[in-house]
C-alpha cells in the first residue's frame, strides 16, 4: 500500500524558517494529489497547501499564501513544504496526506502521515 513518513518539525522562533519533508513509498506510480493540513489543540483541522504529482499544480490556503511553498521532487518521491516567517499560530501538527483528487477538502485524501510537530515561540 502507501506509507508517508514525515520529518522536519520542532521548534524555531518568531521569523524563522523550517521544511518539512514527506517521503512516500508503495505505491508511488499511481497519479494524485498532494497535501499538507495542520491542527492545533482546540482548532479543527486546517489546510494548508496541495500539489498535483504529476504536473506540479499548486493551491494554497489564504493563511499559507507567501510564506508558505509546496514543493515535490519526483525521483525521490518525496513533498517538501517550506514554510518561512513563521507566526505562532502556525504552531500545530502538520499531516501529510495522498489522495486521488486535487482538492482542500481532507475528505478526499486516503493516506495519512503520522504528523510532525512544528512549534514557533517568541
Known amino acids: 500500500q502507501v506509507q508517508l513518513v514525515e520529518s522536519g518539525g520542532g521548534l524555531v522562533q518568531t521569523g524563522g524558517s523550517l521544511r518539512l519533508s514527506c517521503s512516500m513509498s508503495?505505491?508511488?506510480?499511481?497519479?494524485?494529489?498532494m497535501a499538507w493540513f495542520r491542527q492545533a489543540p482546540g482548532l479543527e483541522q486546517e489546510f494548508v497547501a496541495t500539489?498535483?504529482?504529476?504536473?506540479?499544480?499548486?493551491y494554497y490556503a489564504d493563511s499559507a499564501k507567501g510564506r508558505f511553498t509546496i514543493s515535490r521532487d519526483n525521483a525521490e518521491n518525496t513533498v517538501y513544504l517550506q514554510m518561512n516567517s513563521l507566526k505562532p499560530e502556525d504552531t500545530a501538527v502538520y499531516y501529510c496526506?495522498?489522495?486521488?483528487?486535487?482538492?482542500?477538502?481532507?475528505?478526499?485524501?486516503?493516506?495519512w502521515g503520522q504528523g510532525t510537530q512544528v512549534t514557533v515561540s517568541s
Open positions: 496526506a495522498r489522495g486521488d483528487v486535487f482538492s482542500h477538502d481532507a475528505r478526499h485524501y486516503t493516506f
Open positions: 500539489i498535483t504529482w504529476s504536473g506540479g499544480s499548486t
Open positions: 508503495g505505491d508511488t506510480f499511481s497519479r494524485g494529489a
